[in-house]
């Protein structure tokens, strides 16, 4: 890097023997302030960068990098990089990079940090030669947070994955629904002929059966029909809707299988939730997907808590179960489709729910532990934000 000073700088260092006291402290407050400048630009830098001797000691690290590896000021000079970060040796065998021969090799990884916060770093790691005397190698690092650019993608193609699978089976339903039609026909020409038969047990029998086959038909048409109606893709018609109304609407259709279910269900609401931006049958499909789940989640009883809060920007509700919880390892997976740990789920439920919400621009964060219970909280922004002034 090249400062203002460097030229006049090095003249002055190509004449150390026949400098003076004074121009020698000129000399050195000249190089500490040009070494202060040079640390405030690194510091403001978003990247992290380390420089490690050949032994893996760091010897320099901007602010980003003590903040993203969990170092701190006392590690530099001390510290090798590996001892804080001991998961870095299994991607790259710093020693073994440390050959004379081997000057160019450079190299770069995507990382998955766990400490001490949960990130994805990109690593861009170079041999680096301090001074033209010494023989071995220093390191030069950057660490680059990608978290954000990782997560979008990850969306991406999930939600890609999610579509083609759905466009798959709603095919699938599509073409079902005419062989049942036709089914249907088939079975009322044959009561019609059995109608001209003379009556027996053998009719009666073969009446019976006819009875079977259309229930089941009828069945099969209303899984076709929730079915499509649940994947459809429906963009929202935004209106005012308040929360609290659609609550209690959503309450009072499964009144009877609380009561079925011997389920407590406190409703808390302290006062008037301000209003949201809207699409009232999805936000009541949303809600009453969550409330189902916790329903069904307690078969032998339990309490379920539905609480409305809100603050300046958003409008939550929390819907908590004294239930069977979700295993750690369900919990990512609760949100795809035909997941179920249920005889007869759909698996269908969470992912309509979640489609719903990025609709709307809302968030929905699931808390829950195995055999104690589950916390869904469903987050809309509110209609007016109240913009928050920043202090002074
Ligand atoms: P389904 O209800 O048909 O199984 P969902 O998409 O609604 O499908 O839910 C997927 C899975 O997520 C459920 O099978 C269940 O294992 C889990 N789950 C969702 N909500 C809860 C809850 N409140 N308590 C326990 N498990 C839940
Ligand atoms: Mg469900």
């Known amino acids: 890097m090249k400062t203002r000073n460097s030229s006049s700088l090095n003249r002055v260092l190509g004449h150390l023997d026949n400098l003076d006291t004074t121009n020698l402290t000129i000399l050195v407050q000249r190089l500490a302030k040009e070494r202060e400048l040079l640390e405030k630009v690194f510091n403001s830098i978003k990247d992290g960068i380390l420089v490690l001797d050949h032994t893996g000691i760091i010897q320099y690290a901007n602010q980003s990098s003590l903040e993203l590896v969990g170092l701190s000021e006392q590690d530099i000079g001390e510290t090798v990089l590996t001892d804080k970060w001991p998961d870095l040796n299994r991607w790259i065998d710093i020693q073994a990079l440390d050959d004379p021969l081997e000057t160019s090799t450079a190299v770069t990884r995507e990382i998955e940090m766990t400490y001490p916060q949960q990130r994805f770093v990109r690593l861009f790691l170079m041999p680096l030669k301090l001074s033209t005397s010494s023989t071995r190698m220093s390191f030069l690092i950057v660490l680059t947070d990608i978290t954000e650019q990782k997560e979008t993608t990850l969306e991406t193609i999930e939600s890609e994955k999610i579509a083609s699978i759905i466009m798959l089976a709603a095919g699938v339903a599509h073409e079902i629904g005419n062989p049942l039609n036709s089914l249907t026909i088939h079975l009322q020409l044959i009561e019609r002929k059995l109608e001209q038969l003379e009556k027996s047990t053998a009719t009666e ?156 621009g809302a968030k929905i964060g699931i808390d829950s532990k195995k055999g104690k219970g589950t916390v869904v909280t469903l987050q809309f922004p509110q209609k007016h934000r109240r913009v928050r002034l920043l202090q002074e």
């Open 205 to 360: 029998r073969i009446e019976k059966s006819i009875k079977v086959c259309e229930e089941e038909i009828k069945r099969l048409d209303g899984i076709i029909t929730h079915f499509l109606g649940a994947i459809r893709d429906n963009p929202p018609d935004f209106q005012d809707v308040d929360l609290i109304n659609v609550i209690e609407e959503v309450v009072g259709l499964q009144e009877e299988s609380l009561q079925k279910n011997k389920i407590d269900l406190n409703v808390e609401i302290d006062q008037p939730t301000p209003l949201i931006l809207a699409d009232v049958n999805q936000v009541k499909q949303v809600i009453y997907n969550v409330l189902k789940n916790a329903v069904e989640a307690m078969p032998s009883g339990g309490i379920i808590k539905i609480k409305p809060q809100s603050d300046d920007e958003f409008v939550s509700i929390l819907i908590a179960d004294t239930g069977a919880g979700i295993d750690h390892e369900d919990l990512s997976k609760i949100f795809q489709p035909y997941f179920t740990t249920k005889k007869s789920g759909t698996g269908l439920g969470m992912m309509v729910v979640n489609r719903i919400m990025r609709a709307h």
